[in-house]
């Protein structure tokens, strides 16, 4: 999933601070069961977009576009405030490299002429990557700056040396149905338990496996699988 953020404006990006009319806000250009998830901006939405990477856009690409997060979100009568910050790392994104995604982030025939914030489920990060607009070292070293995780829990060693299983921890494997698994997670932790979905714990410089390595005693685990109705 990520926030896909357009302006009118070829100076909305210069000030920490971007206003938008409510109307536009996570309706325009985003699936229904997207848009019903995030457009009354609950504590639980804001919370799941804060998360989301950014692409911050001029219409019609009339200036380069930058990836960041939203750090803030504050909900008036007939707008929505958001506050952003840019990832130091990431670079610029060329002009015409949004319009060149068109297929891969699910781009509206008139999307790039239209303020609005859309909310696509599509990983941005991949997409970038595939076409070259940043490096895997980018990205690695993007992703290292985030806070680090906190150790994991660790159960005392029973009588014989061995260290159980952390059953507190509910570890999430899914596949790109992002809906399901937030709803998975948002199941899990109200039963009192920790959800940990892996690409939404910071890196700080770690490969994949041993982000796995850092959770390998996790004491459950689900897995979901597409539907195979048609």
């Not at 490096?135 to 060693?157: D, G, M």
Request: hydrophobic share 40%; charged share 25%; glycine share 4%.
């Amino acid at each position: 999933m990520f926030n896909l953020l357009i302006s009118a404006n070829p100076e909305s990006w210069d000030s920490p601070h971007w206003e938008i009319e409510r109307a536009r806000a996570v309706v325009e250009y985003t699936a229904d069961e997207i848009s019903e998830r995030y457009k009354f901006f609950d504590e639980k939405a804001i919370r799941e977009l804060k998360s989301f990477p950014c692409l911050f856009v001029i219409e019609n690409e009339y200036k380069e576009s930058r990836i960041g997060y939203i750090t803030d979100i504050r909900v008036r009568q007939n707008t929505v405030v958001v506050d952003f910050e840019f990832d130091p790392i990431l670079p610029f994104l060329p002009i015409g490299s949004i319009e060149n995604l068109r297929a891969d982030i699910d781009l509206g025939r008139w999307e790039l002429s239209r303020t609005h914030w859309a909310v696509k489920d599509e990983a941005i990060f991949d997409i970038l990557l595939k076409h070259g607009l940043i490096t895997l070292q980018q990205l690695n070293a993007s992703q290292a700056l985030k806070e680090p995780p906190p150790p994991p829990i660790v159960p005392p060693a029973t009588a014989d040396g061995s260290v159980p299983f952390n059953t507190s921890q509910v570890f999430i494997v899914h596949g790109h149905d992002e809906i399901a698994k937030l709803e998975i997670a948002e199941f899990i932790e109200s039963l009192g338990l920790e959800p940990i979905i892996l690409h939404m714990q910071a890196s700080s410089g770690r490969t994949i496996i041993e982000k796995i390595e850092h959770y390998s005693n996790v004491g459950f685990g689900v897995v979901l699988y597409p539907s195979l109705s048609g």
